[in-house]
């Protein structure tokens, strides 16, 4: 099992910037894959970035790509999603998720882009 503790998030104005951070049980270089989704109202949850290949291979949504990043920490067993020109239409749960045998979840956190 792998266990994800969530931190971050919170209420922004458009155009500013926030990072999630998720502390996974074991080394990310040992999942399959690491990474964020979200779930607006009333949507379905989609991949927002990821990672993968024992750390090595990034994958990030369209909508976010060049305004959203992922870095680990030095133990590399957190990720972080920094969130940099945030738009209102980011706004949703974001869900920690760790793929290892199975799938983990995250207990969310609210991102609010609003002015």
């Known amino acids: 099992q792998v266990q994800l503790v969530e931190s971050g998030g919170g209420l922004v104005q458009p155009g500013e910037s926030l990072t999630l951070s998720c502390e996974a049980s074991?080394?990310?270089?040992?999942?399959?894959?690491m990474g964020w989704y979200r779930q607006a109202p009333g949507k379905q949850r989609e991949l927002v970035a990821e990672i993968g290949g024992g750390g090595t291979r990034m994958n990030y949504a369209d909508s976010v790509k060049g305004r959203f990043t992922l870095s680990t920490n030095g133990t590399r067993n957190t990720l972080y999603l920094q969130m940099s020109s945030l738009k209102p239409d980011d706004t949703a749960v974001y869900y920690c998720n760790a793929h290892y045998f199975g799938m983990y979840w995250g207990q969310g956190t609210q991102v609010t882009v609003s002015s």
């Open positions: 074991k080394p990310i270089m040992n999942l399959y894959t």
